[in-house]
């Protein structure tokens, strides 16, 4: 008797399986849709000068061009540039956590996209090009601690593309709050 309701039950849970394993699988599928919904920037909004965005107007303040011997006496190989980004962000209302997963990105006119270097290795480069400066924060470091209404902070992020992307690169920033909804400018870069 007892042998009986074991085994009812094993093929019971046997039975049950398929039915558990698909319904795993569609909930992962929609989380994931989901995310990447929630991390894709299609409404970009281009500026040449200075853009309102995430409760601040944001202006591209200098962009360097590193590794073929006109900004420094630096040459890379492989044809590789680094990318130096500053941006400034001065606070119109009270920004809060608005500011939470912001990201920074380079894209060309082809939809290539390279992220910035880690914070480790982006501070690194900064104390060598600028011993005696501080390294300027990047956008994820900044958004933990936001400027005050009427205040402005810096960011600088430092990319590693290819040379032959140099000319058309734009950079873009989002934060989780506003995206599908971002901003951009273009580089300007030759």
């Known amino acids: 008797m007892v042998f009986d309701r074991e085994r009812r039950a094993w093929w019971l849970a046997l039975a ?3 039915f558990l394993v698909v319904a795993a699988v569609a909930l992962n599928a929609r989380r994931n849709i989901e995310d990447y919904r929630h991390r894709i920037e299609i409404d970009v909004e281009q ?9 601040a107007t944001w202006r591209l303040e200098k962009v ?5 011997g006109r900004d420094t006496q630096v040459l890379f190989p492989g044809q590789m540039r680094l990318v130096i980004v500053r941006m400034v962000a001065t606070a ?6 608005g500011w939470g ?11 290539r996209r390279w992220l910035p270097l880690d914070v480790t290795l982006s501070n690194d480069i900064s104390r060598d090009l600028e011993p005696k400066n501080e390294p300027v ?7 933990l601690n936001p400027p005050d209404p009427n ?9 590693v593309v290819p040379a032959d ?17 971002a901003i951009g400018f273009p580089l300007a870069l030759k």
């Not at 924060?137 to 958004?143: E, L, Q």
């Open 16 to 18: 049950s399986l398929p």
């Open 47 to 55: 500026g040449s000068d200075q853009v309102g965005y995430a409760g």
């Open 64 to 68: 360097r061009l590193i590794g073929d």
């Open 92 to 97: 119109t209302d009270k920004i809060g956590e």
């Open 101 to 111: 997963q912001c990201e920074v990105s380079l894209t060309d006119t082809t939809g």
């Open 137 to 143: 924060k990047g956008c994820g470091i900044t958004s």
């Open 151 to 159: 205040h402005a902070a810096m960011i600088e992020e430092k990319f």
């Open 165 to 181: 992307a140099v000319a058309t690169l734009s950079v873009r920033l989002s934060v989780a709050a506003l995206r599908p909804q």
